[in-house]
């Protein structure tokens, strides 16, 4: 069981989509790294003992997760390259790779409850929602769906916070349940 925490600990930094001002070169093979993360991910869930109804949700948003990260060079071109369509892309990948945790998270509560785990998934739920709204209306204010009152280099940084902030957090919670699944062990 540890070792299926530790792959999924390797595959979520391997498809962290981290929106930070890096070098092209670095940016570009950190890019080309998410769909080997994913699959990882894929490798670690069946390691891992827990709810099978969760982890089955879990398996699910990794599918789409690795649908949309395949079809996003080709969708734009075939209805028409609308920036709309890219940026409803970017923020559904966001959003079913936020959800593979949360039901990966879930289905460890399920299996084993107790306060640790339920604030693991509260904290994790939380900034995982305000990290997807954040997201959401940057991208919006960018595309000019939605007029707010902030600035794009406002929101970017906002964003860029609560993104880090996010994979601290799942990191830091995947590295606890390596740690404790190694000491059941």
Known sequence: MGKGYLLILIGAVLSATLLLPLPAGI?????????????????????????????????????????????????????????????????????????????????????????????????YSGISVVYLLTYGLFWMRVTGVIALGLDHVTLLRMVQFFNIFYYVVLWFTLAKLYVEARKEI
């Open 27 to 123: 940016s570009d093979i950190w890019g080309r790294l998410t769909f080997m993360g994913y699959l990882i991910v894929v490798i670690g869930l069946r390691e891992v003992n827990g709810s099978a109804k969760e982890l089955q949700s879990a398996r699910f948003f990794l599918l789409v997760a690795m649908l949309i990260r395949i079809a996003t060079p080709w969708v734009p071109q075939l209805l028409g390259n609308s920036v709309h369509v890219r940026v409803l892309l970017e923020v559904l990948q966001v959003f079913f790779t936020l959800g593979v945790f949360f039901w990966l998270l879930k289905s460890e509560y399920m299996w084993s409850p107790n306060g640790f785990k339920r604030m693991d998934l509260l904290l």
